[in-house]
Nanobody, 124 residues
């Protein structure tokens, strides 16, 4: 079992930066892929970024602005979000799945563990 707890969400102006933190209950680096998803009101959940070993993937909408990383010593996964836009508004979730599990990284159905979410609101 893995418990995930997100933090760092806030209300900011467009153009600002935020860093989201996902704290995992166990060591994740070699055994799990971790990802950030988001969901805006009335919209489907969207994969934002994923990290497995040293491999990362990003949604086209955030490439060049968001960076996913992890601190192995503290079991924390970060999402650095720069140049925020109003369309980045939503609830951001941290998720994890075993490294051996197949499936598209942005398909939330393939993830076994989820955090409770943290709210990000970007205003113009």
């Amino acid at each position: 079992q893995v418990q995930l707890v997100e933090s760092g969400g806030d209300s900011v102006q467009a153009g600002a930066s935020l860093r989201l933190i996902c704290t995992a209950s166990r060591y994740m680096y070699s055994n799990y892929w971790v990802a950030w998803f988001r969901q805006a009101p009335g919209k489907e959940r969207e994969g934002v970024a994923t990290l497995g070993l040293s491999t990362t993937y990003y949604a086209d909408s955030v490439k060049g602005r968001f960076t996913i990383s992890q601190d192995r010593a503290t079991n924390r996964i970060f999402l650095q979000m720069n140049s925020l836009k109003t369309e980045d508004t939503g609830t951001y979730y941290c998720a994890a799945r075993p490294a051996f599990k197949a499936g598209e990284w942005s398909d939330g159905r393939t993830y076994d563990y989820w955090g409770q979410g943290t709210q990000v609101t970007v205003s113009s």
